[in-house]
C-alpha cells in the first residue's frame, strides 16, 4: 500500500471501452504475491481478454512458487539451506533471472543486491521492532551480503551462496519479473491487442488502450495526494516505484525505509520515493530499489547515463527530483 504516493492509472475498466469499438476490455483483481495485481486485456472478444487474464494469473502463481523465499519447498529456499555447504541445482529460469540480479548488482554497484536478505531476520518493518538492532549484530549480518559471493555455474546450472547464513531474496525484483512474465504471457494470446499488468501501482502495458491518449499515469504531489502534479505517457513502458509508506520503522525520531543498504546493513534514509520509468518491468523494480539506496545524486546520475529510462524521486524534505529527459506533462 502507498497511501500518499502517487502514481495511478487514470482509467478503469468502466471506461474500457476501446477505440476500435470492435475491441473489449477485461480486468481482474486479485491477490498474488501477497500484493494487489490487476490484469487488464483488451482483446477481440471477451473470451479471448479472459483466457489472456487466466494465463496471466497461472504465471504469476507459478513464478510465485519458484522464487519465494518464505516457502520451504521453492528452489530459492534450498538455494538459501545450502549457503556455505554446496551448489544446488535450478530451473534454467531461476538461473537466468539471478545471472540478471547480479548484473544490476554490477551497475549499481552494489546498490541493489539480493544478498541483502541475510538482513531478513535482523530489520523487520512490521511494527514488531521496539528498539534498533544491536550494532554488533548488523555487522556480522552485513559481512554476509555480498553479490560477488553467489557463485553461478552456467554448465552444471547451479547456485551456490559462498558464505553460511548468506541468503537472497526476490522482493526488489520479484513483482517486476512477474508482470513481465504476465504481460509477455497474454500479449502473445489470440485476440489480445494491448493490456496492463498492475501489481499495487508497479505496472506494464502494452499495446492498444482504450482512450485515444493510450495508457496514461498521474501523478500526483506527495505533499497532497489531492493535487495531480501531472501525467506521463507511458504506451509500451513500466512504471515502478519503491518507497513503502506502510512499512518502515522509526527510532529516534528518524525514519527508516524497508530498503537496506548493503554498503551499511542499515536501512536507507533520506529518500520516501522513487517512480522508475522504462520498457522493462523486472529492470524498472530493480532499479527502482537501487536509487533509493545511491540516494538523490548518484541516483540521477545512473538514471540519467541509461538509455530509455527515467526517474522521478521525491525526498524526505519533500524534494521532487526528475531524470533529465522525463516527460511530465501538466494539466
Ligand atoms: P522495492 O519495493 O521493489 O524497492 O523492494 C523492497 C524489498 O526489496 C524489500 O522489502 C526487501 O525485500 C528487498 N530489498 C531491500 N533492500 C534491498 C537491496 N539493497 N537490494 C535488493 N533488494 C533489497
Ligand atoms: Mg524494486
Not at 85 to 95: A, M, Q, T
Not at 194 to 218: M, P, Q, R
Not at 268 to 290: N, Q, Y
Request: hydrophobic share 40%; aromatic share 10%; proline share 2%.
Amino acid at each position: 500500500m502507498r497511501p500518499f504516493f502517487f502514481v495511478f492509472l487514470i482509467f478503469g475498466s468502466q471506461f474500457l471501452l476501446a477505440q476500435d469499438t470492435s475491441l473489449v476490455a477485461q480486468k481482474k483483481i486479485l491477490q498474488l504475491m501477497g500484493s494487489r495485481f490487476e490484469l487488464t486485456a483488451v482483446a477481440t472478444t471477451k473470451q479471448e481478454a479472459w483466457d489472456a487474464i487466466n494465463a496471466g494469473i497461472k504465471e504469476i502463481e507459478r513464478i510465485e512458487l519458484l522464487i519465494s523465499s518464505w516457502d520451504e519447498n521453492s528452489q530459492t529456499s534450498e538455494i538459501n539451506r545450502k549457503a556455505g555447504i554446496s551448489s544446488v541445482p535450478v530451473d534454467k529460469e531461476l538461473y537466468d533471472l539471478i545471472y540478471r540480479t547480479k548484473k544490476v548488482s554490477q551497475l549499481t554497484e552494489g546498490a541493489f543486491d539480493i544478498s541483502f536478505a541475510s538482513m531478513d531476520r535482523i530489520w523487520k518493518f512490521d511494527g514488531s521492532m521496539k528498539q534498533m538492532p544491536d550494532g554488533e549484530i548488523i555487522k556480522k549480518a552485513k559481512a554476509k551480503i555480498n553479490w560477488q559471493d553467489i557463485i553461478l555455474d552456467s554448465e552444471k546450472q547451479t547456485v551456490f551462496l559462498k558464505n553460511k547464513g548468506m541468503r537472497i531474496g526476490f522482493g526488489a525484483i520479484g513483482k517486476g519479473y512477474a508482470a513481465n512474465r504476465a504481460k509477455e504471457l497474454m500479449r502473445n494470446r489470440k485476440g489480445v491487442k494491448g493490456g496492463v499488468v498492475n501489481a499495487s501501482g508497479d505496472l506494464i502495458t502494452w499495446g492498444v488502450s482504450n482512450k485515444e491518449e493510450g495508457w496514461v499515469v498521474s501523478i500526483t504531489n506527495p505533499k497532497d495526494k489531492e493535487v495531480a502534479l501531472g501525467w506521463l505517457q507511458i504506451n509500451g513502458l513500466s512504471v515502478v516505484t519503491s518507497g513503502d509508506y506502510e512499512r518502515f520503522v522509526e527510532f529516534a525520531g528518524k525514519r527508516y525505509a524497508h530498503i537496506i543498504d548493503p554498503r551499511t546493513g542499515y536501512p536507507t534514509t533520506g529518500i520516501k520515493s522513487v517512480t522508475l520509468i522504462c520498457p522493462d518491468a523486472e529492470l524498472a523494480d530493480a532499479l527502482a530499489t537501487a536509487v533509493f539506496v545511491l540516494g538523490k545524486e548518484k541516483g540521477l546520475a545512473l538514471v540519467n547515463q541509461l538509455k530509455q529510462t527515467d526517474c522521478l524521486i521525491v525526498t524526505d524534505e519533500d524534494e521532487i527530483l526528475p531524470s533529465n529527459n522525463l516527460q511530465l506533462n501538466y494539466f
